[in-house]
């Protein structure tokens, strides 16, 4: 059965306070994704890496990094969080086929992250 | 801008009837269609996907795609309670990541 894992399900963190969010996948997939969900404004994404080492901005980097540094794993870091982070965040990772075409994604539990 | 629409509902259905949830998008070169399920609380979870002009059917699911017409549909025969969910349509324009819409909320009363 595909995983993917995000560290944490539920997440309070303080205003200033850095912020890891980690994410595993076993599926030996090339692409991964870091995604926020908010109410009405649906997933955005934030970061995504397509191999080791390699990452591209997305939709809405701002105040936020990332680091792969092995293929398996996909860190999200907030440099110094802020209450308008709060926010449901998902991880996914996709096969990278090279033929232009589009794979599933498949996607973590979500991480509510809550800055107070 | 690559965009994907779709209409945010509520759409209600009773129990057993065909719900139709449509999806259109603006990228003429998208090659990759993903219908996703997203319980409230939880992850998006993948229903169907669908790569070429026509009808593909999976039990109750039906996707159906027009690129001439950019739209992609989802049809859920015999609509259960358990299908109310936030369904979200997915588009990947060629050689390029996943746009989704912002999701239509189903809900099937009993």
């Known amino acids: 059965d595909v995983k993917v894992t995000q560290s944490s399900r539920y997440l309070v963190k303080r205003t200033g306070e850095k912020v890891f969010l980690e994410c595993v996948q076993d599926m030996d997939h090339e692409n991964m994704f870091w995604y926020r969900q908010d109410p009405g404004l649906g997933l955005r994404l934030i970061y995504f890496s397509y191999d080791v080492k390699m990452k591209e901005k997305g939709d809405i980097p701002e105040g936020y990094s990332v680091s792969r540094e092995k293929k398996e794993r996909f860190s999200l870091i907030l440099e110094s969080a802020s209450t308008n982070q709060t926010s449901m965040y998902l991880c996914?990772?996709?096969?990278?086929?090279?033929?232009?075409?589009?794979?599933?994604?498949?996607f973590g539990q979500g991480t509510r992250l809550t800055v107070v | 801008q690559k965009e994907v629409e779709q209409n945010s509902g509520p759409l209600s259905v009773p129990e057993g009837a065909i719900a139709s949830l449509n999806c259109t998008y603006s990228d003429r070169g998208s090659q990759s269609f993903f219908w996703y399920r997203q319980y409230s609380g939880k992850s998006p979870e993948l229903i169907m996907f669908?790569?070429?002009?026509g009808d593909k059917e999976d039990g109750r699911f039906t996707a159906q795609l027009n690129k001439a017409s950019q739209y992609v549909s989802l049809l859920i025969r015999d609509s259960q309670p358990s299908d109310s969910a936030t369904y979200l349509c997915?588009?990947?324009?060629?050689?390029?990541?996943?746009?989704f819409g912002p999701g239509t909320r189903l809900s099937v009363l009993p």
């Open positions: 997915a588009v990947v324009p060629y050689g390029q990541n996943f746009v």
């Open positions: 996914a990772s996709s096969l990278e086929t090279g033929r232009g075409f589009g794979t599933e994604a498949f």
């Open positions: 669908i790569y070429s002009n």
